[in-house]
């Protein structure tokens, strides 16, 4: 007999495949899952897996499409519905993006990729291609608008934005790496705050010197 996983409509597949493989990716690593245990966690044969997914590597590529990208067409979203001044609209990325890493498995999906990209540089580079490729241009754009329309001062624009995000990159190492062996737990959201007003003070236009 069919389990109710088994029966469930073809087009519910795909997610219930990835939402196994995330979890397997995140307790094994990317080296030690199996299709097989994919399958078995999925409740689905080893060859439904290959009816959507060509291999591991397709699996994680659905995987941080599911997970991470995503959320980067929700910030894209929001900039360009953006109208007037863009200095308040930092602050919500940060706190929407300090919302994931508490919330979704995110952060821990870019664990994984740090750990395990030296041995397969192949999930490295699609990370850096769909994730870091496309949410650091998004942000470049931000910025220089705020340059343009006179509320930042002239900046790098690719140099801030990594400035920004690096608070979030610690963040999202601190709750995925530090938190599970004792680390007191972080305040991701209050630390996104902070940091978009540090971030807002350091942008602000030069003031004129004394004539």
Do not use: C
Not at 86 to 96: G, K, M, Q, T, Y
Request: proline residues 6%.
């Amino acid at each position: 007999m069919k389990s109710a996983k088994q029966r469930r409509a073809p087009a519910e597949r795909p997610g219930e495949i990835l939402e196994a493989a995330l979890a397997l990716f995140v307790e094994k690593g990317f080296a030690a899952t199996r299709l097989d245990d994919v399958a078995e966690r999925a409740g689905l044969s080893k060859a439904a897996i290959y009816l959507y997914f060509e291999d591991k590597t397709a699996l994680f590529q659905g995987v941080v499409r599911q997970a991470v990208a995503v959320n980067l067409g929700t910030v894209e979203a929001m900039v360009k519905a953006h109208r007037g001044p863009v200095a308040p609209l930092l602050p919500r990325i940060l706190e929407f993006m300090a919302s994931r890493i508490e919330e979704t498995p995110m952060a821990a999906v870019a664990k994984l990729v740090i750990a395990e990209s030296r041995a397969f540089p192949e999930i490295g580079r699609f990370y850096l291609t769909e994730v870091i490729g496309r949410g650091i241009p998004i942000m470049e754009g931000l910025i220089s608008r705020g340059i343009a329309q006179g509320e930042f001062r002239k900046v790098d624009p690719g140099l801030t934005v990594r400035s920004i995000m690096g608070a979030m990159l610690l963040a999202g190492i601190w709750h995925t790496v530090f938190e599970p062996i004792g680390a007191e737990k972080l305040d991701i959201k209050a630390l996104a705050r902070h940091h978009a007003d540090l971030m807002l003070h350091a942008l602000s236009p030069e003031k004129a010197g004394p004539s």
